[in-house]
């Protein structure tokens, strides 16, 4: 079963828009973190926030915020006021402590192509 | 502060050979962690080190190697390399506190022939 799962392959907004990315993730991990993160064409992986699962509040940064629904197993990222250099690759990812609380990985999903139009 | 940095950026390489690529972490980070990126089987984890150790391994064979210094510096080796192994190799450090996020570096882009 996919850990991370992102079921939007491509999604388009209009500048100056609101636009959310979904995610939905499975584990059984009751320590766990979750991050965003942006690729650009250059390739470099960009973060953009972070949600643990302890944390009562949804995290914000900027213009990024996680709709964090822990029940539901799910972390969207909303972009308020898109602007055209948001035009990227979006990745969800999950990071489990395991056993020993010493071990950190990356799942990754399959990210979601955003593209932003005038 | 100077985010992560790898090297060689680009990479060309022919099968068989052998590859070394390096990664210096943000200064302070003591965890480092690699991943190869490609077009079928996106992000996948390959290793992660602490402290000159290797604390956590993901599915990839031998021929995948790494090690860190005591500077907590990386490098990644891949031996007799396949054309499979083309790819975008990435280096990620982080504090390795609870909630450090991980930084990822630019990149090595590898290409086998």
């Known amino acids: 079963a996919q850990k991370i799962t992102q079921t939007q392959p491509g999604m388009f907004v209009q500048e100056k828009e609101a636009v959310t990315l979904d995610c939905t993730y499975d584990?059984?991990?009751?320590?766990?973190?979750l991050f965003w993160y942006k690729q650009p064409s250059s390739g470099e992986m960009i973060f953009l926030i972070y949600q643990g699962s302890y944390d009562q509040q949804n995290a914000t940064e900027g213009r990024y915020s996680l709709n964090f629904q822990k029940a539901r197993k799910s972390a969207n990222l909303v972009i308020s006021a898109s602007q055209l250099g948001d035009s990227a690759m979006y990745f969800c990812a999950m990071r489990e402590r395991g056993v020993t609380g010493t071990a950190s990985k990356l799942t990754f999903g399959t990210g979601t192509r955003l593209q932003v139009t005038l | 502060k100077a985010g992560v940095t790898q090297t060689p950026r680009y990479l060309i390489k022919t099968r068989g050979q052998q590859v070394t690529l390096s990664c210096s972490p943000i200064?302070?980070?003591?965890?480092v962690s690699w991943y190869q990126q490609t077009p079928g089987q996106g992000l996948q984890f390959l290793f992660e080190y602490f402290s000159e150790t290797q604390r956590n391994k993901g599915n990839f064979p031998g021929r995948f190697s790494g090690r860190q210094f005591s500077n907590s510096r990386s490098e990644m080796n891949v031996s007799t390399l396949e054309l499979g192994d083309s790819a975008l190799y990435l280096c990620?450090?982080?504090?390795?506190?609870?909630?450090?996020?991980?930084?990822f570096g630019p990149g090595t882009r590898l290409t086998v022939t």
């Open positions: 990620a450090s982080s504090l390795d506190s609870r909630r450090s996020e991980q930084y």
């Open positions: 200064s302070g980070h003591r965890s």
């Open positions: 584990t059984s991990d009751p320590s766990y973190g």
